[in-house]
C-alpha cells in the first residue's frame, strides 16, 4: 500500500504560548478517497508517524486491507505532529508546543480538508491524549472516540519520568540513547523484563542480554529519529491538559483501553477519568489489556488489541 505524503500550509496560527506560527502539516490518507467513505482519524504515538499501514506501517496489524480498521471500508487519515522529523521538517524551539496547539492544528488540518466530522478518532499514547485535547475543543467532532493507553492530563508520575527525560537529554554524550534506555523501562514492567531475559548472558558480546537489549533500543532511536524531536514530543508529554469541565460536553461514544500493567500511563487513571464521565453520560466505556509488559502493550498484544477493537467497531 503506497500512499504519497502530502502537506497543508497553515498561516499564522495562533499557539497557547502567544506565539504566531505558519505551519507545514503533513499527513497521510489510507484507502478509498477522503469524502468517498468514513472517515478515521489516527493520532500517531510518541516515535510513530504518519506511515500508519502498508508494509512499513508502525500499526499494520490493525489498519489496512481486511484488518480491523478495513481500509476497503474506511478512509483512514494520520498527521504527522509538526516537528517529528518524518517530513523532514523539524521545530527549531522544542518547547513551543503543547498538547493543545497541537490538538488545534490537527482540527485546522481537518477544516482545510473540509472534514467537518469524524467517524472514529482513535490514538495510543500521546496520541490519544491529543485526541482528548481535540474533542475537549470540539465537543461534537466525532461519532466514536477511542483513547488507548493514554489520559487527558499529565500526572505526577508522568511529569516525574518527563523531568528524567529532560535531565538525560541534556547530556553531552548520546543523549538520545540515555533517554531511550531510560524510556524503555517506563514503556515495559519488570515482569516483562524479567521473564524475557531470566539473566542471563551473552558470552559472545560480554553483556547481559537484558542491556544489549536496552542499548540496540537506544541505537536504532538514535538512528531514525532527531534529538530536538524527541525533545519536542518529551515537552508535549508534560503539557497534557484537556479541562476536564469540557470533558463532560463530549458527544462521542468513548472506548477506554487501558493497559493492567501500565507504568506510563496506569490504568487506575483511565479508571478514574472513566468513572468520571459514567457520572454524566452513559454512552462511555472501559476495556482492558492484561499483559506483563506494561504501556507498550498496545503495540505487543495484537490478539487481544484486535479483539477489543473488533467488538468495539461491530457495536457501532
Known amino acids: ?44 504515538a510518541l516515535t510513530g508517524n504518519s506511515e500508519v499501514a502498508g508494509e512499513n506501517g508502525w500499526w499494520n496489524s490493525l ?63 500521546i496520541g490519544g491524549a491529543i485526541g482528548w485535547e481535540m474533542i475537549a475543543i470540539k465537543s461534537d467532532l466525532t461519532d466514536h472516540f477511542i483513547p488507548i493507553a493514554c489520559d487527558y492530563k499529565t500526572s505526577d508520575w508522568l ?28 514503556y515495559r514492567t519488570p515482569e516483562s523484563l524479567n521473564h524475557r531475559f531470566k539473566n542471563e548472558f551473552d558470552t559472545e558480546k560480554q553483556i547481559l542480554k537484558s542491556h544489549d537489549w536496552l542499548n540496540f533500543h537506544g541505537k536504532l532511536l538514535s538512528e531514525r529519529f532527531s534529538l530536538s524531536s524527541y525533545r519536542l514530543m518529551n515537552n508535549l508529554l508534560m503539557s497534557i491538559n484537556a479541562a476536564p469541565e469540557k470533558l463532560k460536553n463530549i458527544k462521542a461514544n468513548i472506548h477506554f483501553i487501558a493497559v493492567d500493567s501500565d507504568l506510563f500511563f496506569p490504568a487506575f487513571e483511565m479508571k478514574n477519568c472513566y468513572q468520571f464521565l459514567k457520572s454524566n453520560k452513559q454512552n462511555v466505556f472501559y476495556h482492558e489489556i492484561k499483559s506483563i509488559h ?13 479483539y477489543l477493537l473488533n467488538n468495539i467497531f461491530n457495536e457501532k
Open 159 to 186: 511529569h516525574a519520568q518527563c523531568l528524567v527525560q529532560q535531565f538525560l537529554l541534556d547530556q553531552k554524550e548520546e543523549p538520545l540513547q540515555k533517554a531511550r534506555l531510560h524510556a524503555m523501562l517506563c
Open 63 to 125: 489498519i489496512g486491507d481486511d484488518k480491523i480498521i478495513d481500509t476497503k471500508i474506511y478512509s483512514a487519515i494520520c498527521f504527522n505532529i509538526p516537528g517529528n522529523g518524518f517530513d523532514g521538517n523539524l521545530i527549531a524551539e522544542e518547547n513551543v508546543f503543547t498538547t493543545k496547539d497541537i490538538a488545534n492544528i490537527f482540527l485546522k488540518g481537518l477544516e482545510f480538508l473540509n472534514i467537518p466530522k469524524l467517524y472514529t478518532l482513535i490514538g495510543g499514547s
Open 1 to 44: 500500500m503506497k500512499t504519497p505524503l502530502q502537506h497543508i500550509k497553515l498561516k499564522n496560527q495562533h499557539l497557547v504560548s502567544g506565539k504566531i506560527l505558519d505551519i507545514d502539516l503533513s499527513y497521510q490518507i489510507f484507502g478509498p478517497p477522503l469524502h468517498s467513505a468514513p472517515i478515521i482519524l489516527v493520532n500517531h
Open 294 to 306: 506494561g504501556h507498550d502493550a498496545f503495540l505487543m498484544e495484537y490478539d487481544q488489541l484486535n
